[in-house]
């Protein structure tokens, strides 16, 4: 049992916590040791806490013989995204600018995830500023991904989803602006959830006010996923938008989708996607079916230029925050934030793009929910290829798909339609394993704040699984 700790889910660890069978103590011995045997491979952690993690594993696991634990995550190892701020701790978003800033208070988050008693032993990695669909910085270099360590885990929360993958991490956090929770879930073999805007509290000013931007959980099932969104979900004073009705996710849902209306596309009708996606897509599809489910492929027909509505929106917002940054200090950013901040001091000279984007982003979910009104769910490939480098830099680097030159944009993945339509829930969960040992992933949106919707779906798709995805 000891040698397989580390895998153990956050559902499987608690109970047995309560029956005694093991302590959060041996838990994080187990955990700390499998960091210490993959870190050297996969440099998934900007950061450790390893003897204060120790020390809170024990003080867990006193509260477990008293029959006392504190909260409904308590003991179990959670690994905190170096973009979240945790008091006392650096919060260097993957840049040499921040390499020395130290967080003084707790984001809403973490005092929700510190409440419920999991605890934090290392923080993990991210590209600078959280901008890419790799992970690699300066500061903290290349993350890989556990199962083939030439491809990335994705990006940003990618050192969370190769923690998750190695056994290094039992939960762990993630952020979402254009897919950076659920592109290194698909790449990690992992589950990863946006929660609609306004589900889980943000308080960093100005993304509490950003619509594509969400904080949410990453795990390795289903359900130890709902367990920490319902942690961490639920109204702030501080976050106006915040002020939903809290939804509690359940645990478990029946197996069989009977009823369920499901539609589903391949690539939105204009993506370009490798074949072994495709082939892990329709395999997801069938075994949908086979749940009782019915499936129909669709045909969104969203308006044109979606990639250009995301900068046109994003511009004023994101990059252009980065190219403030450019203007003083341009010899400690990552070439390929310079680049992103050009980009959008150019595209900033459109004065209509700001008004532009709103038009495609209205028209973008009158049409998804006018759609969900006679379905459950949709269902999509994750991210379209699963072939990235591990050290891929868009900023010098040519990308390839299905053997041939592309230009780079958002469209190496389906994420980021269901940030622009903001307030969709969206979960990724492992489809399969591509043709280069890596995983593939499904996604699951709804309509607006229909969270449920995808957990149940998620769930049963799940129960499809022969084993575990796990790395060799």
Same mark, same amino acid.
């Given at each position: 049992?000891?040698?397989?700790?580390?895998?153990?889910?956050?559902?499987?660890?608690?109970?047995?916590?309560?029956?005694?069978?093991?302590?959060?103590?041996?838990?994080?011995?187990?955990?700390?040791?499998?960091?210490?045997?993959?870190?050297?491979?996969?440099?998934?952690?900007?950061?450790?806490?390893?003897?204060?993690?120790?020390?809170?594993?024990?003080?867990?696991?006193?509260?477990?013989?008293?029959?006392?634990?504190?909260?409904?995550?308590?003991?179990?190892?959670?690994?905190?995204?170096?973009?979240?701020?945790?008091?006392?701790?650096?919060?260097?978003?993957?840049?040499?600018?921040?390499?020395?800033?130290?967080?003084?208070?707790?984001?809403?988050l973490v005092e929700r995830l510190r409440s419920a008693g999991a605890i934090f032993h290392a923080r993990t990695t991210c590209?600078?500023?959280?901008?890419?669909?790799?992970?690699?910085?300066?500061?903290?270099?290349?993350?890989?991904?556990?199962?083939?360590?030439?491809?990335?885990?994705?990006?940003?929360?990618?050192?969370?989803?190769?923690?998750?993958?190695?056994?290094?991490?039992?939960?762990?956090?993630?952020?979402?602006?254009?897919?950076?929770?659920?592109?290194?879930?698909?790449?990690s073999g992992v589950v990863g959830f946006k929660p609609p805007y306004g589900r889980v509290p943000e308080t960093m000013e100005?993304?509490?006010?950003?619509?594509?931007?969400?904080?949410?959980?990453?795990?390795?099932?289903?359900?130890?996923?709902?367990?920490?969104?319902?942690?961490?979900?639920?109204?702030?004073?501080?976050?106006?938008?915040?002020?939903?009705?809290?939804?509690?996710?359940?645990?478990?849902?029946?197996?069989?989708?009977?009823?369920?209306?499901?539609?589903?596309?391949?690539?939105?009708?204009?993506?370009?996607?490798?074949?072994?996606?495709?082939?892990?897509?329709?395999?997801?599809?069938?075994?949908?079916?086979?749940?009782?489910?019915?499936?129909?492929?669709?045909?969104?027909?969203?308006?044109?230029?979606?990639?250009?509505?995301?900068?046109?929106?994003?511009?004023?917002?994101?990059?252009?925050?980065?190219?403030?940054?450019?203007?003083?200090?341009?010899?400690?950013?990552?070439?390929?934030?310079?680049?992103?901040?050009?980009? /959008?001091?150019?595209?900033?000279? !459109?004065? $209509?793009? &700001?008004?532009? +984007? @709103?038009?495609? #982003? %209205?028209?973008?979910?009158?049409?998804?929910?006018?759609?969900?009104?006679?379905?459950?769910?949709?269902?999509?490939?994750?991210?379209?290829?699963?072939?990235?480098?591990?050290?891929?830099?868009?900023?010098?680097?040519?990308?390839?798909?299905?053997?041939?030159?592309?230009?780079?944009?958002?469209?190496?993945?389906?994420?980021?339609?269901?940030?622009?339509?903001?307030?969709?829930?969206?979960?990724?969960?492992?489809?399969?394993?591509?043709?280069?040992?890596?995983?593939?992933?499904?996604?699951? /949106?709804?309509?607006?704040?229909? !969270?449920? $919707?995808? &957990?149940?779906? +998620? @769930?049963?798709? #799940? %129960?499809?699984?022969?084993?575990?995805?796990?790395?060799?």
């Open positions: 049992m000891s040698e397989s700790l580390h895998y153990l889910t956050a559902t499987e660890a608690l109970k047995m916590f309560r029956s005694r069978e093991i302590s959060p103590l041996e838990l994080m011995r187990a955990v700390i040791a499998r960091s210490e045997a993959c870190e050297p491979k996969i440099n998934a952690f900007s950061h450790t806490y390893f003897e204060q993690a120790l020390d809170a594993a024990r003080a867990s696991e006193a509260r477990y013989a008293r029959g006392e634990p504190c909260g409904v995550l308590d003991g179990l190892p959670l690994g905190m995204k170096d973009e979240i701020e945790v008091a006392g701790q650096p919060v260097t978003e993957g840049s040499l600018l921040y390499e020395h800033r130290i967080a003084e208070k707790d984001a809403v590209p600078e500023f959280c901008s890419l669909w790799n992970t690699q910085s300066r500061l903290f270099g290349v993350t890989r991904n556990p199962w083939n360590l030439d491809i990335t885990p994705g990006g940003s929360s990618g050192g969370s989803g190769a923690a998750l993958a190695a056994g290094t991490a039992m939960l762990a956090t993630g952020s979402d602006i254009g897919g950076s929770i659920r592109f290194p879930a698909s790449m100005p993304f509490n006010l950003e619509s594509y931007c969400a904080n949410g959980p990453m795990a390795r099932t289903v359900a130890d996923t709902a367990l920490m969104q319902n942690v961490i979900s639920g109204a702030h004073p501080a976050d106006a938008a915040s002020r939903l009705p809290k939804v509690d996710i359940p645990l478990s849902f029946p197996d069989q989708l009977d009823g369920t209306r499901i539609a589903y596309t391949l690539n939105f009708d204009y993506m370009d996607i490798e074949d072994d996606v495709a082939r892990n897509t329709l395999d997801a599809i069938e075994r949908l079916r086979g749940l009782g489910a019915e499936l129909v492929e669709v045909q969104l027909d969203f308006p044109a230029g979606i990639e250009r509505a995301y900068y046109g929106h994003m511009d004023p917002m994101f990059f252009a925050s980065i190219a403030g940054k450019l203007e003083q200090h341009s010899e400690m950013l990552c070439d390929y934030n310079i680049q992103m901040a050009k980009d /959008a001091m150019r595209r900033l000279e !459109d004065k $209509a793009a &700001f008004y532009e +984007a @709103a038009l495609v #982003e %209205s028209q973008m979910y009158a049409r998804f929910g006018t759609l969900m009104e006679e379905f459950d769910v949709l269902v999509c490939p994750t991210v379209l290829t699963n072939r990235m480098a591990a050290d891929f830099n868009p900023a010098k680097d040519d990308y390839i798909v299905k053997g041939e030159v592309k230009e780079f944009d958002l469209s190496v993945s389906t994420c980021h339609l269901f940030n622009m339509m903001g307030r969709c829930p969206a979960i990724s969960v492992p489809s399969g394993i591509g043709d280069n040992g890596v995983p593939t992933g499904l996604q699951i /949106a709804s309509k607006a704040y229909d !969270d449920v $919707a995808v &957990f149940r779906v +998620a @769930a049963a798709f #799940e %129960s499809t699984w022969e084993r575990p995805f796990r790395p060799e």
